[in-house]
C-alpha cells in the first residue's frame, strides 16, 4: 500500500541531544513538508522541500535541520539549540506543488524532552 | 503579514444540525484552498479542495464555499453526528510554494 510513514511514533530526548525522525514515503511524491503541532494549536511548518537536494525554511526553522539526499526520505534533526523541542512532529507529502493537490501526511512522532 | 485564521477555536453543536465552519485569510491570493480533518493523536486527512473559479464544492454532507473577494471560505457539515466531531483544518498553497495550515476549528457533536 502506498503511503507515507513516520518513525518513531513516540520519541524521548535528553536536554542537549540531538535527535532525528524518520519520514518515508512510497507515493512518488516531490514535496515533502515538516509541521510542528503543539497542543490545541495547528500546524506550524518547519521546513519544506520541492525537489531533491533542495529544500527551504519554514516559518519556524530555528533548531532544526533537514536532508533531501532521496526522493522517498525527508529526514528531521531536533538539535540541541531548538530550546522547546517537546511537541507533535508531522510529515507530509504532495505531487509537486504548482500543482493544485492534496497533502498526505503520516501518523505523527510525539517528542518529549525528559 | 499574511495570516490564515480560523475564527472559532471550539463549536459545540446538537447533532443533526448543521456545522459552519470559518476560514479568512489575508495577503494571500491563493489559486485553491483546502479543508482537513484531524482526530486527536492522528495526522490530518483531506476532506475538500476548492479552486478560485468555484463558487462552492461538494461532497455527501460536506459543502465548501469560497469567496476571493471576502477572502473567507465557509466549510458546512450537514445533518451532522457525533462521529463528525474532530478537528478541522483549512489550508493554502502560497505563493512561496508552501501549504500553510490554519489553527483548526475543534467541533464536537453532542447526541
Known amino acids: 500500500d502506498g503511503g507515507i510513514t513516520q518513525s518513531p511514533k513516540y520519541l524521548f530526548r535528553k536536554e542537549g541531544q540531538n535527535v532525528t525522525l524518520s519520514c518515508e514515503q512510497n507515493l512518488n511524491h516531490d514535496a515533502m513538508y515538516w509541521y510542528r503541532q503543539d497542543p490545541g494549536q495547528g500546524l506550524r511548518l518547519i521546513y519544506y522541500?520541492?525537489?531533491?537536494?533542495?529544500?527551504q525554511k519554514g516559518d519556524i526553522a530555528e533548531g532544526y535541520s533537514v536532508s533531501r539526499e532521496k526522493k522517498e526520505s525527508f529526514p528531521l534533526t531536533v538539535t540541541s539549540a531548538q530550546k522547546n523541542p517537546t511537541a507533535f512532529y508531522l510529515c507530509a507529502s504532495s505531487r509537486r506543488s504548482s500543482e493544485n493537490t492534496e497533502a498526505f501526511f503520516g501518523q505523527g512522532t510525539r517528542l518529549t524532552v525528559v | 503579514s499574511q495570516k490564515i485564521e480560523q475564527n472559532s477555536e471550539a463549536l459545540n453543536i446538537q447533532e443533526g444540525k448543521t456545522a459552519t465552519l470559518t476560514c479568512n485569510y489575508t495577503n494571500y491570493s491563493p489559486a485553491y484552498l483546502q479543508w482537513y480533518r484531524q482526530d486527536p493523536g492522528r495526522g490530518p486527512v483531506f476532506l475538500l479542495l476548492?479552486?478560485?473559479?468555484?463558487k462552492e464544492k461538494r461532497k455527501e454532507r460536506l459543502k465548501v464555499t469560497f469567496d476571493t473577494t471576502l477572502k473567507q471560505s465557509l466549510f458546512h457539515i450537514t445533518a451532522s453526528q457525533p462521529a463528525d466531531s474532530a478537528t478541522y483544518l483549512c489550508?493554502?498553497?502560497?505563493?512561496?510554494?508552501?501549504?500553510?495550515f490554519g489553527s483548526g476549528t475543534r467541533l464536537s457533536i453532542r447526541p
Open positions: 476548492i479552486r478560485e473559479n468555484e
Open positions: 522541500s520541492q525537489i531533491v537536494n533542495d529544500f
Open positions: 489550508a493554502l498553497y502560497s505563493s512561496a510554494s508552501k501549504i500553510i
